[in-house]
């Protein structure tokens, strides 16, 4: 095509093809990178259910046995919304442990059997931040390699529900994970191995720092979960009360991992 024209006209005209060319490329460049998550584009950790970037074997699928399974369930003696009590766990061998200045505000919601509004546990009368977890009175769990959680959770406003261990030694930490499901309730997975951990004072329910740590460093080096007393949940904010100003909804949650025996003075108290 250039060859029928002359020696000044070819090179502008090429000139001005490379440019258009040029500024197409950049184009598509800038939008990849806007559509990608920040996190993915940082090869951090996307949030929600399976976490990316961290954990090697721990973001891959779980082959881990089931390990602990709350089963909120209605008992006979209550016919209508009431505080969550030991009682709405249906498996005998898991305990209910609940934490925060406002212990024990968690709610029972919906009704058993619904497919529209199962049976759960809601937060929305809960005025200060609270966490409820789930021992196993027999064993701890070993939440190391393909160890995971597997929730249903449904929020609104702008809670999230983060995952909660508390260690052998006592100390409790809360997971950088963050789900979110609005407005209906949503399965969703996450591998334990992939979090990043933050001391968290069980009483208050607010994050601690590290003492003498360097720039202000706040995640947990070297976390061992390999032996863990209990696991749960946390919603870092207060309740806004009835409606849908802020709250969260959990009507499921297993955890998958190893069972550790509990030696017999801990396992009976």
């Avoid at 005998?92 to 059997?113: A, D, F, I, M, R």
């Avoid at 959680?149 to 930490?173: F, Q, Y």
């Avoid at 601690?208 to 979960?225: H, R, S, T």
């Amino acid at each position: 095509m250039y060859a029928t024209l002359s020696g000044k006209t070819a090179p502008r005209r090429f000139a001005i093809k490379s440019l258009a060319g040029l500024a197409l490329v950049i184009a598509i460049v800038c939008i990849v990178n806007v559509t990608l998550p920040a996190q993915e584009r940082q090869g951090g950790q996307r949030q929600g259910g399976q976490p990316q970037g961290r954990g090697g074997e721990a973001a891959r699928a779980s082959t881990l046995p089931l390990f602990l399974d709350a089963k909120f369930v209605r008992p006979p003696s209550q016919t209508a919304q009431t505080k969550v009590v030991q009682e709405n766990i249906g498996d005998p061998n898991v305990e209910l442990k609940q934490y925060g200045l406002h212990e024990s505000c968690l709610l029972t919601s919906g009704n058993p059997g619904s497919e529209t509004t199962p049976f759960s546990v809601w937060s929305g009368e809960c005025e200060q931040p609270f966490a409820t977890l789930f021992r196993h009175k027999t064993n701890y769990v070993d939440l190391t390699g393909g160890a995971k959680i597997r929730w249903t959770v449904k929020t609104s406003g702008l809670h999230v529900a983060r995952p909660v261990v508390k260690l052998a030694d006592g100390t409790m930490l809360v997971g950088e994970t963050a789900v979110a499901s609005i407005p209906m309730l949503m399965q969703s997975e996450v591998p334990v191995g992939a979090i990043r951990w933050i001391k968290l004072d069980p009483k208050r329910l607010v994050t601690m720092g590290l003492q003498n740590a360097p720039f202000n460093e706040i995640w947990v080096p070297n976390v061992d979960l390999s032996k863990v007393d209990e696991v749960g949940f946390v919603d870092l904010m207060p309740g806004s009360g009835h409606g849908t100003g802020g709250d969260i909804h959990i009507s499921q949650f297993q955890v998958y991992g190893r069972a550790v025996p509990r030696a017999p003075a801990t396992a009976s108290r």
